[in-house]
């Protein structure tokens, strides 16, 4: 029996037959060693001694079995792993920040989905850390006017949130920002909402000296 593994089709049907032996065809199979349409095996194997006509079944590959890649973006990493391997394929994780995938969903793979390739391939993917977090620093707005802080708290990437006014403080005028939500100088996250109240428009205290100096007037009366 003519050893014709690893032979082309043709070239193994050619040797058995010259060896007066009969060709059957098996299940072509797929084989990540043999090339598409060499011999994969055969029955009896080679060296075995055999009649003439006697018949020999071979078996030609498919080659390597392929996959398709599935579409992995906007999946966890559990849910992108559990794809790869139902496609029987592996799976090769990154990480990056990103602002329009939410943290722990994937962003991209390689290759991309819809390609065929080799069963046992290794399909790369990247999982979203979220946003970067840009640290910013909280300017004091006490002392300002309500637009004028809402303009600086702006302009430090932060969002301000006018609350109205509270209990007034007299280290700051009439309708000037007197608390925050944050004190000045703090680090915090870029776009962190900063809350401040102002101080009411008039001065309670100058009210009261108003009533108690503003009252009645007394005068001498004229006796006769």
């Keep these: 029996?003519?050893?014709?593994?690893?032979?082309?089709?043709?070239?193994a049907e050619k040797a058995l037959q010259a060896?007066?032996?009969?060709?059957?065809?098996?299940?072509?199979q797929y084989s990540d060693t043999i090339a598409e349409g060499n011999v994969i095996s055969s029955d009896p194997a080679a060296g075995t001694e055999v009649d003439e006509g006697t018949s020999v079944t071979i078996v030609?590959?498919?080659?390597?079995?392929?996959?398709?890649?599935?579409?992995?973006?906007?999946?966890?990493?559990a849910d992108a792993e559990s794809a790869l391997a139902s496609a029987g394929l592996v799976g090769s994780a990154g990480?990056?920040?990103?602002?329009s995938v939410a943290e722990g969903?994937?962003?991209?793979?390689?290759?991309?989905?819809?390609?065929?390739?080799?069963?046992?391939?290794?399909?790369?993917?990247?999982?979203?850390l979220g946003p970067r977090t840009t640290v910013v620093t909280v300017p004091e707005v006490r002392g300002m006017d309500q637009n004028t802080a809402f303009t600086r708290l702006t302009e430090e990437g932060l969002t301000p949130s006018y609350q109205g006014e509270t209990e007034y403080n007299s280290n700051y005028g009439p309708g000037q920002v007197c608390r925050m939500s944050v004190s000045p100088g703090?680090?915090?996250?870029?776009?962190?909402?900063?809350q401040f109240w102002t101080n009411p428009m008039t001065d309670p205290s100058e009210s009261e000296d108003s009533e108690n100096g503003g009252g009645s007037s007394s005068g001498s009366e004229t006796t006769e």
């Design 60 to 77: 030609v590959s498919l080659g390597v079995e392929q996959a398709t890649v599935p579409d992995l973006r906007n999946k966890s990493a």
């Design 186 to 194: 703090t680090g915090v996250a870029k776009g962190t909402t900063v």
């Design 1 to 11: 029996m003519p050893n014709v593994v690893n032979s082309s089709e043709a070239d």
């Design 19 to 28: 060896a007066n032996l009969k060709v059957t065809k098996g299940t072509p």
């Design 105 to 128: 969903l994937v962003i991209s793979q390689s290759p991309s989905s819809g390609e065929h390739v080799n069963k046992g391939s290794t399909v790369s993917y990247v999982v979203s």
């Design 95 to 99: 990480e990056e920040y990103s602002d």
